[in-house]
């Protein structure tokens, strides 16, 4: 099993190439479902989730093909398969997304019910009881969402948490039904509006994206369309952190610094200097933060896959902090392996009090989600001596070719096998 070894203590200085969003391109992915004709798709990144995305679209029956400039055309003419089965949603729960287009085009779609996550428990009830709202007749059974319908119904829908996910599968649902559908506390995050974007393309009718109130005219049929994905604003803010904590100077390029407000804030809370341009963001940092207190909530309020970062920031930081999650029950995991590195972090409840050390010390750590490995490569750059992250496999989930973008901007860092 691949693990990555850091020599800690270079400054990263360079410039570094920010890529597409993953948690915009795998719904914008799952929209070709919604459509007869071809979706070419640019910035797309290279990572686990996608292959894993578009191999569940290509069993359903979507044509994918790649061609030299790195673009994906996916074409949904016929779909004989309507159907996310365990083995692939069990390695990538965002394949709920195929339920609201498939359902919506098809009247018919089954998907394997999601299980308990690292990070919290994550149930889909709120895509499920937005369906019904809309009129899909839908059933558990054998562990897979069964859901039917005729054509699905406009309807206003108020749902009870903000759902990321949950909003976007809904909006492409609404996008092919029968009237109007109005998402009531729908979720603002800037992947929603890439997503509207996207579907407007391929000629929906939506308004508010980026609000918490969405509506949605729906039609009869979706066109193609071509789209190009957002830049990735968690890649990005991991990066800045990288650059805060090592005491560097990076240009973030490619990026879109109007989704990463309250990050850029608090690293300027912490001490970092950070000017932004129209695509670029650049931070520049002589290595003494201070710690600085952060509770996750949904956009536009800090990000909760942000949050890990944050803590090991926080912890080689002057001070303490306070670091409340509020999204997922059980998104700490990282605690035990940054106390390994040296960290001084007491938990209770959501909230991690963080005093920050001097140092930290490299050390054998195992990753166990996506952000939580993040946050051990950040600690690892700065930690004294050798730090081997093993389970790396959950980093390469969400992080293009991460550790040649590192070594490009002076850390020392390498995969083994
Ligand atoms: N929730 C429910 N019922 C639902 C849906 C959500 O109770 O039907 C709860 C969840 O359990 C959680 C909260 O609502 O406590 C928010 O979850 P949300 O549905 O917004 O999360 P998600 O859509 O499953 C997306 C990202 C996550 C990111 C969260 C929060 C994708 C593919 N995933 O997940 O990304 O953390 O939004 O911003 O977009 C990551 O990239 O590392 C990652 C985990």
Same mark, same amino acid.
């Given at each position: ?92 729960? $965002? &394949? ?6 498939? +359902? /919506? *085009?098809?009247?018919? @779609? ?5 299980? #308990? ?68 506390? $729908? &979720? ?6 890439? +997503? /509207? *974007?996207?579907?407007? @393309? ?5 308004? #508010? ?9 729906g039609v009869d049929s979706l066109h193609g369309a071509e789209y190009a994905v957002m830049a990735d ?185």
């Amino acid at each position: 099993m691949d693990a990555l070894l850091i020599h800690g203590g270079n400054p990263l200085a360079g410039e570094v190439r920010i890529s597409g969003a993953k948690n915009a391109a795998l719904p914008i992915l799952t929209a070709s479902l919604l459509s007869a004709e071809p979706l070419k798709l640019g910035n797309v990144p290279h990572l686990k989730d996608i292959s894993t995305m578009l191999a569940l679209l290509g069993h359903m029956g979507v044509r994918v093909t790649l061609d030299d400039k790195n673009h994906v055309t996916l074409s949904g003419e016929s779909i004989p398969h309507k159907e996310a089965p365990y083995e692939m949603v069990k390695t990538m729960r $965002a &394949a709920i997304l195929v339920l609201g287009p498939t +359902l /919506a *085009r098809f009247g018919e @779609a089954r998907v394997s019910l999601p299980g #308990g996550c690292a990070i919290g428990s994550r149930p889909v009830d709120l895509h499920i009881k937005g369906l019904q709202a809309m009129g899909a007749d839908i059933n558990i059974e054998h562990g897979y969402i069964h859901a039917r319908c005729k054509r699905l119904q406009g309807a206003r829908i108020v749902m009870d948490m903000v759902t990321v996910t949950g909003t976007e599968n809904l909006m492409m649902a609404a996008a092919l039904a029968d009237g109007t559908t109005v998402l009531e506390n $729908a &979720a603002r995050e800037p992947e929603v509006v890439d +997503l /509207a *974007r996207c579907l407007i @393309a391929m000629g929906a009718k939506i308004e #508010g994206a980026g609000s918490d109130v969405i509506t949605i005219h729906g039609v009869d049929s979706l066109h193609g369309a071509e789209y190009a994905v957002m830049a990735d604003r968690i890649e990005t803010g991991t990066f800045l952190v990288a650059a805060a904590m090592t005491g560097g100077r990076v240009r973030a390029t490619h990026a879109q610094p109007d989704t990463l407000e309250a990050v850029i804030s608090k690293l300027r809370e912490a001490g970092a200097q950070v000017s932004v341009g129209e695509d670029w963001i650049e931070i520049d940092s002589d290595g003494k933060l201070k710690a600085v207190d952060v509770r996750t909530a949904p956009h536009p309020a800090f990000p909760t896959d942000m949050q890990a970062q944050f803590m090991a920031m926080n912890a080689v930081s002057e001070g303490a902090a306070s670091v409340t999650e509020t999204i997922f029950e059980n998104r700490f995991m990282h605690v035990q392996e940054l106390r390994r590195l040296g960290a001084n972090i007491e938990v209770s409840g959501h909230t991690a009090l963080v005093r920050g050390v001097p140092r930290l010390d490299g050390a054998i750590v195992m990753a166990t989600d996506l952000r939580a490995s993040a946050c051990l490569v950040l600690a690892g750059l700065v930690a004294a001596g050798e730090t081997t992250i093993e389970r790396i496999y959950h980093l390469d989930r969400g992080y293009e070719r991460i550790e040649e973008k590192l070594t490009q901007l002076g850390a020392r860092i390498k995969r083994v096998h």
